[in-house]
């Protein structure tokens, strides 16, 4: 494995058999909701530009995130070597696992469209609909990224 990548794979802090960067977007995706909740209190108390620099950033480290995680999964050998040790049924962990990228991916497309289309939006009056339906994302999207994590390395 290349030396530049061999520290993803070493333990991860939790103290579960995931691997480092398991552990990390972990942390990451659950204090998401929290940290787009913040972002939408912003707008609430009409602090629009600062709601809107704060998404932008949140989003745009997300969308990191998630490439960090695929590398990490597609260079750990997938699913299947992460199911490996788990003491779950692999057919019940990977139906939780395509219920949590078909939110996840819904919710980013969403998320994309409210922030890169928000004038227009905003216009049609339909801008902050559509936030609350991202933030409800997010949240499932925290929930079953949890749920996959303690599938493959706690249970």
């Known amino acids: 494995m290349n030396n530049n990548i061999g520290y993803m794979f070493e333990a991860g802090f939790f103290g579960t058999r995931a691997p480092i960067?398991?552990?990390l977007v972990t942390?990451?995706?659950s204090l998401l909701p929290f940290l787009v909740a913040i972002a939408i209190s912003f707008a609430r108390n009409?602090?629009?530009k600062?709601?809107?620099?704060i998404q932008i950033i949140i989003f745009a480290f997300s969308v990191i995130v998630l490439s960090y995680f695929e590398y990490g999964v597609r260079v750990g050998g997938g699913f299947s070597t992460f199911m490996k040790e788990s003491g779950v049924s692999y057919d019940y962990a990977f139906i939780v696992l395509v219920f949590h990228i078909f939110i996840s991916v819904?919710?980013?497309i969403l998320w994309a469209i409210a922030i890169f289309g928000a004038k227009k939006l905003l216009q049609?009056?339909?801008h902050r609909k559509m936030g609350l339906?991202?933030?409800?994302?997010?949240v499932l999207t925290s929930v079953t990224g949890i749920w996959v994590y303690f599938l493959m390395f706690i249970y």
Do not use: R
Request: net charge neutral; hydrophobic share 50%; no cysteine.
């Open 133 to 138: 339906v991202v933030f409800g994302g997010v």
């Open 50 to 53: 600062t709601h809107s620099y």
């Open 21 to 23: 960067f398991m552990d």
């Open 124 to 126: 049609l009056g339909v």
């Open 106 to 108: 819904i919710t980013i």
């Open 46 to 48: 009409k602090h629009y």
């Open 27 to 29: 942390l990451i995706v």
